[in-house]
Nanobody, 124 residues
């Protein structure tokens, strides 16, 4: 059974930083592309960042480019999301997810396994 467990969320002031972690079990982690998604109240779930199985290729949505960094440690079955210069509009529940691949850009439908989500709140 695949399990993805997120940690590191919380409340932070605008301009601050947080690092999210997601530990995976029940899958061959190094064979999966990994992604971070978020969903704010009343909005659709959107991709934030994604990383290939090797870590060589990454994808970022435009609104987080230059502020967020996705990385992974295949030896620790863990994917990270370093979030810097946080803005109130980054407030959402953040989800970790695993996929065997994606098309032109990662979409939620590409990801078959999901974590339970973790709240990130950025105060102004």
């Amino acid at each position: 059974q695949v399990q993805l467990v997120e940690s590191g969320g919380g409340l932070v002031q605008a301009g601050g930083s947080l690092r999210l972690s997601c530990v995976a079990s029940g899958l061959t982690f190094s064979s999966y592309q990994m992604g971070w998604f978020r969903q704010a109240p009343g909005k659709e779930r959107e991709v934030v960042a994604a990383i290939s199985w090797s870590g060589v290729s990454t994808y970022y949505t435009d609104s987080v480019k230059g502020r967020f960094i996705i990385s992974r440690d295949n030896a620790e079955n863990t994917v990270y999301l370093q979030m810097n210069a946080l803005k109130p509009e980054d407030t959402a529940v953040y989800y970790c997810a695993a996929a065997t691949g994606w098309g032109a850009r990662p979409e939620p439908t590409d990801f078959g396994s999901w974590g339970q989500g973790i709240q990130v709140t950025v105060s102004s």
